[in-house]
């Protein structure tokens, strides 16, 4: 059976979005081999982490922006070869100076990316399976920390923090080549798409489900920005992001300070409960699809309310198979909030501001990245180095999140979709 060509551009995004991570998340498990060699302090630490998130927050929009002009596919093939290009020149600074350089130019690349990639969704993708397949390419925004720690110990173990660097720049390459084979910037625009998949776009594009909910209908970005529900994205992406990059930033520190996890140990401890957060990303958006249409927010806040109280419980308990267990389970729960919140600009936003729209939103989660790293780190130097202050600043954040989530989001609700005719009837 031939693959369909949406399929191996869906194929091609989540090699590319695990890259990301991979390469973005790298900087949590070598933060503890980097602060010894360079001298840096836990404060400074958070830096490291803020200096990515702001030139990653400042591009979100400007991607859009580049996507609309460009074309989805040319912004893509630039990042790809940009971030990987700066992932390598990490393992090459000499001081903190250096180090903020360099991550800031990181973020640039990887900021430009997924606005590109949303505006790619939005034209190789219907409204009737559109926030289905982001979610399974999002599902590397937790299979890519999920990987992590399992690819950087023998990395780190055998080549050190620097070379291990050098080593993720290569992995931009393949890519690079996969996204060139593979990703137009619509499905009208790949000549190697059948007629018939092209005519089951056409279809699902005016199914009744594909339709059910409505979008809104901006002239251009600037109405978008009248829109309150839009307003209430950005802000609940940068709060729940307090809580979400807290948690992938300085969970490996935390099991190794504050539990007491040597290396190998605590690859793995910090590895599992994003293998679980990976099925709730998938789960998140097609439960969602399948039976949340017009009130997704009601499934984004059960799931953050019950995961948090999961992750909550994490921090009680000293039992590594209790808290192991505790922290999956918050794992599959707010990493559906996570898939649930983005399948909604995926419904509400058209094609034609999808770009910029969705970087918008994205810029309010980055936003969150920028202050997590430093507000965490000065947070546990305030306390003499307790890391339970980890968790007290993500907890906090997920109350707020879910409260927004409840009172600041509008839905359409959907259209009723008419009965079937019974067969030998007239109307």
């Known amino acids: 059976m031939k693959l369909k060509s949406s399929y191996k551009l869906g194929l091609a995004l989540i090699l590319c979005y ?9 900087i949590s498990m070598t933060l503890p081999f980097m602060a010894k060699d360079l001298s ?76 590109a990639v949303w505006k790619v969704i939005g034209q190789w993708f219907s409204k009737k399976n ?15 920390p999920a990987l992590t720690p399992l690819i950087m110990r023998p990395l780190l173990e055998n080549f050190g923090w620097r070379q291990s660097f050098f080593i993720l720049g290569g992995g931009g390459i393949l890519c690079l080549v996969a996204a060139f084979l593979t990703i137009t910037n619509s499905i009208h625009e790949n000549p190697k798409v059948s007629r018939e998949e092209l005519e089951e776009f056409e279809r699902d594009t005016k199914s009744q489900v594909a339709n059910a909910e ?68 998938v ?22 309310t019950v995961g948090g109280i999961f992750l909550f419980l994490f921090t009680t308990v000293s039992s590594p198979t209790a808290y192991t267990l505790l922290q999956c389970a918050a794992a599959i729960l707010l990493y559906m909030a996570s898939g649930a919140i983005w399948a909604m600009p995926m419904i509400l936003l058209p094609p034609k501001v999808m770009g910029p729209g ?25 306390r003499g180095n307790d890391y339970t202050a980890v968790f007290d600043v993500m907890l906090g954040a997920l109350v707020v999140a879910a409260v927004l989530v409840l009172v600041g989001i509008r839905e359409q609700k959907p259209a009723a979709v008419p009965a079937p005719v019974a067969a030998g009837t007239s109307t």
Request: hydrophobic share 50%; charged share 10%; net charge positive.
């Open 283 to 304: 789960l998140g958006g097609y439960v969602s699809d399948r039976w949340f249409r017009g009130r997704r927010k009601y499934l984004v806040f059960g799931c953050m």
């Open 40 to 115: 840096i302090d836990t404060g400074q630490q958070g830096l490291i982490g803020s200096a990515f998130f702001l030139g990653y927050a400042l591009c979100q929009i400007p991607g859009g922006l580049l996507a609309d002009r460009f074309g989805s596919r040319r912004v893509i093939l630039v990042a790809l070869a940009w971030w990987s290009l700066f992932t390598a020149l990490t393992g090459a600074v000499s001081d903190l100076n250096s180090m903020l350089v360099v991550r800031f130019l990181f973020g640039i690349g990887e900021g430009i990316f997924p606005a």
């Open 214 to 281: 409505r979008s809104l209908e901006p002239v251009g970005f600037l109405d978008l920005l009248r829109s309150p529900t839009i307003w209430a994205l950005f802000f609940i992406a940068l709060i729940y992001n307090l809580t979400m990059y807290g948690w992938l930033t300085w969970l490996p520190t935390y099991l190794m300070k504050q539990k007491g996890l040597d290396l190998k140990s605590m690859a793995w401890a910090a590895s599992l409960p994003f293998w679980f957060g990976t099925i709730g990303v």
């Open 18 to 26: 695990l890259v990301a991570w991979l390469d973005r998340m790298t």
């Open 130 to 144: 559109r926030a289905t397949a982001n979610a399974l390419i999002l599902s590397s925004i937790a299979l890519g």
């Open 358 to 382: 969705s970087g918008f939103i994205n810029s309010g989660g980055q936003i969150g990245g920028v202050l997590t790293s430093s507000l965490i780190g000065y947070a546990i130097q305030l």
